[in-house]
């Protein structure tokens, strides 16, 4: 799986959220799964989704404070779409949100909140994907703390 692929193709089996759901129930977290993943939509009809709602936090996480998390795979950098860090904005309206970035490259993990993925944007280097041209941030591993 990779940014190259199309939606019906990437939104099959999603190593980033197995090691995720893997990290939670190894530290005993309560966790809900959240968002379309589930039950995945074919695009003609998921684009007919706003935007906020395409982009919906994959999992709530509770501990003292419920919080969003957005599990995002990548090999040596994420690329994150332009669109998806508004609807993000968003959610972090109505609960803290972080990002959980797994790399197959280096077989790692990440845990960083939403504020601090915005801090880096600047600093990222940008590109279109070809299949819709939409914008996104291209944001090294070793640039997530």
């Not at 530290?27 to 799964?33: D, M, V, W």
């Not at 501990?63 to 972090?92: A, N």
Request: glycine share 2%; with cysteine; charged share 30%.
């Amino acid at each position: 799986m990779n940014h190259t692929e199309n939606y019906n193709k990437r939104n099959t089996i999603d190593l980033a959220e197995n090691k995720f759901v893997e990290f939670l129930e190894s530290k005993s977290i309560i966790y809900k799964k959240f968002g379309f993943d589930n039950d995945p939509i074919p695009v003609k009809d998921f684009i007919k989704i706003p935007q906020k709602l395409r982009s919906m936090p994959d999992f709530i996480i509770f501990q003292s404070v419920p919080v969003f998390v957005e599990v995002k795979g990548c090999k040596d950098i994420l690329r994150l779409k332009d669109s998806d860090t508004m609807s993000y904005k968003f959610w972090s309206e109505l609960l803290p949100l972080t990002l959980f970035v797994y790399s197959s490259t280096f077989d790692s993990y990440k845990l960083i909140p939403l504020k601090k993925i915005l801090e880096l944007l600047p600093y990222c280097e940008t590109d279109r994907y070809h299949d819709n041209n939409k914008l996104y941030y291209k944001i090294k591993w070793e640039m997530i703390k």
